[in-house]
């Protein structure tokens, strides 16, 4: 392995192609970008350190809606109930049968993959728009499942449940709790790198460039539609595991279709098709309302706050800053963040000739 | 059984669906001409509700003047939305499209509960007469207006269709917009029409639900609804819409008629038409009257 890659493609065989780090140089960056973030905790305050979980989760179950969206081209408006879902059934695998949470967690990501498969079963036979209005039917029926089985949810009130615990040790803290939601990160994302690398992940893209082309080539397009609603479901189940140990209460009223649609503005933001784009559009969808308290904080007594009343009204501009950024960035930058730093990246390596 | 019960909300079954008939034919109508899904179609219905609202309460306009001003404002709303935001995505695949209506909804929501704020505000009374009886029933005049008004709509787009210039044009560039274009129709005027009309005739039903209701951003949740009556009467026929609509607002009220009566489960009234939804694209994903694409490679 060399540190610099040539310009242009000189690669003469597959599993140079399909290495996940191209040079030593950008595996090592990978490596201390993590131990880096692994101080955090002891340099952040708590306000920052709950950002960072948030990003952490968020970008767990948003990589699987671009599993789903961004590589195998289905798109779902119902994420948000799966991730409601992955949370309610860990908080009711950990209530009801004495589940450790450690275990609790991967078997809600499988429980709400057999959920999403179900859901994902109309993707046999639809496509484009008729799938994006049964995912529609998806999030008000599993919403509407949640209010009523209070069994499973405990209905309108919300459930209780238990901090990550394990050999004694209870991650009940942000800075505990903090490693928790890193180390499932870094594994769901090595785990998607990994899918895209293997056949399964190529038959998606081929199912998402040109169906027909695909089935011709003998890929089964009922198998592997249903399965990318399955992997989606299961990312969508452990990011939202994640978070009900995490706040350890899960309420009805979170995992409205708004929530839905902000997951697909973070892999829009991000970069459809893109396995660092999803972390790179959550971080800007969670902070871009975080901002908007900032500014507004800023602005407090001026002009602009006694005419537009922002303190007020914050709630709303902050749902009005969602729309019009999914919208900007689908007119003037489609491919999504992911793309924005390809180029800078190739500016900086191919300085100073721009091709 | 109560048998009174069933005919009232048989009643009330046909009015709405008669309106979500009127909403899904000006969703129908966008995605004919151009191929476009709009799920901003419900804020359509609040905005032009909340404009007309405006206009009456802070000018003190009478209605028909207070109404054709916000006819006038929806369709210059409606060709200006499309110039603007979906003119740069004719092309774009059918996701990027998709998610643009999205956010226009979201952000036009926001705008609308950030403007009026988030309670419902009563309109002010239109007729002198509260209700009239129809067969020994007592039936709101809103009601039989909106009926009334949303069969001419619905006469009203067939005639279009059917014997207008623009209406052939708008048919032939469905069919094919390349042959239409080579044929010499304006095929920009065309999809700038087309979000005109729907959004006009969507501010129609939002004014005729506002003034029973109340305006508020719950309207929007016809946006919502819609999706279940087009994918059941297929997504490109408005016969099928307006079916659609009708069988809708029906099984609504039938499922919350059984509900009152036998399961006492709360809110089939909400979420029966989301099960039809899959069951009709599990069994019959073209819905009843939808053109089946064969595609040829």
Known sequence: MTTLIPCGDFKTNYSADTTIFPTATSRNMVILGIAVLCLAPLVMDRYLLSLLIQIGYLGIAALGLNILVGFTGQISIGHAAFFGFGAFSSAWLVSNFNVPVFFAIPLAGVMTTAVGMVFGLPAARLKGLYLAIATLAAQFILQDFFARASWFSGGVAGTLTEPFSIFGFTFDTDESYFYVVLAYVVVMYILGTNLMRTRDGRALVAVRDHYLSAEMMGINLTKYRTLSFGISAFYAGIGGALYAHYLQFVSVEGFTILFSIQFLGMIIIGGLGSIMGSLMGTAFMVLLPESMQWLTDALAGSAIDRALDLSNSLAFLREMAIGAVIILFLIFEPDGLAHRWHQVKAYWKLYPFSH | ?297
């Open chain 2, 1 to 297: 059984m109560n048998w009174d019960l069933l005919f009232q909300l048989v009643v009330n079954g046909i009015i709405v669906g008669a309106l979500y008939g009127v909403v899904a034919m000006s969703f129908v109508l966008i995605y004919k001409a151009s191929q476009v899904v709009n799920f901003a179609q419900g804020e359509f219905l609040l905005i032009g509700a909340w404009a007309c609202w405006w206009l009456l309460t802070t000018y003190q306009m009478p209605f028909v003047w207070g109404f054709l001003i916000t006819l006038a404002f929806m369709m210059a709303f409606g060709v200006i939305l499309q110039i603007v935001v979906l003119r740069p995505m004719i092309g774009e695949p059918i996701i990027s499209v998709i998610m643009v209506t999205i956010g226009l909804s979201i952000f036009f929501q926001a705008l609308m509960k950030w403007m009026f704020g988030v309670f419902a505000k009563p309109f002010p009374p239109i007729f002198e007469t509260q209700s009239v009886s129809v067969f020994g029933l007592q039936v709101q005049t809103v009601y039989l207006m909106s009926l009334i008004i949303s069969v001419i709509i619905m006469a009203g787009f067939g005639y279009f269709f059917k014997f207008s210039k623009m209406g052939l044009a708008m048919r032939a560039t469905a069919f094919n917009q390349q042959v239409a274009q080579s044929l010499g129709i304006s095929v920009r005027n065309v999809f700038a029409l087309s979000w005109a009309i729907s959004a006009m005739v969507s501010a129609v039903a939002g004014v005729v639900v506002g003034t029973v209701n109340g305006v508020s951003s719950a309207l929007s949740f016809f946006g919502i609804k819609v999706f279940p009556a087009v994918i059941l009467g297929g997504l490109d026929s408005i016969v099928g819409a307006v079916i659609g609509g009708l069988i809708v607002g029906l099984l609504e009220n039938v499922a919350h008629f059984f509900d009152s009566q036998f399961l006492n489960w709360g809110n089939m009234y909400e979420i029966a038409p989301f099960y039809v939804l899959i069951i009709i694209l599990m069994i019959k994903p073209y819905g009843l009257f939808g053109t089946k694409d064969i595609e040829r490679v």
